[in-house]
């Protein structure tokens, strides 16, 4: 009997549609990346803006925060892949080598001095951090990469694309090991459940499929959406949250595929699109990001529940 999500508090801050999110591992604070070409970072508890951040010149379409919560990644439309020291609040380093807009980014759960960042000239570039070099260019997809991570202990990286694979590919030396051809449209979201050795994938045509980790076996289809995914998040306890272009926030059983509730974006029409979603590090809150220029945050009701 899943608990209902509520909405409890909406942020306004930033001038743009909100494409990105990002919680530090200390669970003090979260990120948020803009189309009005700035970084803010919030105070979880409280929801108030601690600082902005600029030095983008177009929109930013992704936002990471390191495991030891004093640097930021971010990469936009400008092409830059930036590295941010969240103490002075200044870029240390920029990433170059992408010839389009970055798209998304990933930093390893547990080598995290390896950056991932997939872009619409569809590649994916492997970074250290440490050396600020470029390692690797994975290069094999026919159209933007979307979506990027990376398996905890082992050096395997997933990439989806809107020419509507997923690839796997083996780190040490660049290459692809496997490529998944099931669905039939852009896949524009992924999400990987560390707790259940598999993930989750959603393409345009409202297709949401699970495979195994890390040999990826195709396990089951979800049930149908009506609209586009642009982005997915699990918490510990399998429930998935999925953002689409309407402005819905659906939620999930990810054992059984099960989708318990569907909310609306409150405020929002059904014009307005959810870019960017993500738990706390204790999965009880949840973050998304709107069209509409606002951050709204989300909690179970400890009353309610779907049959009531």
Same mark, same amino acid.
């Given at each position: ?28 604070? %979260? ?11 919030? @105070? ?40 941010? @020291? ?6 240390? /380093? ?18 995290? /001095?390896?950056? %991932? ?31 990027? %991570? ?32 099931? /669905? ?14 598999? %993930? ?52 999930? @059983? ?46 179970? @009701? ?7």
């Amino acid at each position: 009997m899943e608990r209902r999500w509520k909405n409890y508090r909406v942020i306004s801050g930033h001038s743009g549609w909100v494409r990105s999110v990002a919680v530090d591992a200390t669970n003090t604070w %979260f990120c948020t990346g803009s189309a009005d070409c700035s970084i803010k970072i919030w @105070d979880l508890a409280s929801g108030r803006l601690k600082v902005t951040l600029t030095g983008h010149v177009e929109q930013i379409r992704g936002v990471v925060a390191n495991n030891n919560s004093n640097m930021i990644f971010s990469a936009g439309d400008d092409r830059q892949v930036q590295c941010w @020291d969240v103490e002075q609040n200044k870029v240390i /380093h920029s990433f170059h080598g992408h010839l389009s807009g970055v798209y998304c980014l990933s930093l390893h759960p547990t080598m995290d /001095h390896l950056l %991932f960042t997939g872009s619409r000239d569809c590649a994916c570039r492997v970074w250290d951090i440490r050396t600020k070099t470029h390692i690797h260019l994975l290069s094999g997809h026919e159209n933007t990469v979307s979506s990027v %991570f990376t398996l905890p202990q082992q050096l395997l990286v997933v990439t989806a694309s809107h020419d509507s694979t997923i690839k796997l590919w083996d780190i040490r030396y660049g290459k692809t090991m496997e490529t998944l051809t099931h /669905h039939n449209r852009s896949v524009r979201a992924m999400v990987q459940n560390y707790y259940y050795s598999s %993930f989750a994938s959603a393409s345009t045509d409202g297709n949401i499929k699970k495979f195994n980790l890390p040999n990826p076996q195709f396990l089951h289809n979800m049930q149908h959406t009506t609209t586009i995914i642009n982005a997915m998040a699990v918490n510990h306890e399998g429930v998935m949250a999925t953002g689409g272009d309407n402005g819905s926030l659906w939620f999930w @059983d990810w054992t059984s595929g099960h989708n318990f509730q569907q909310a609306q974006t409150m405020g929002s029409s059904q014009s307005e699109a959810i870019y960017a979603l993500t738990y706390d590090v204790t999965g009880t809150t949840l973050i998304t990001c709107d069209s509409n220029k606002t951050i709204k945050m989300w909690k179970q @009701d400890e009353i309610a529940t779907t049959e009531t």
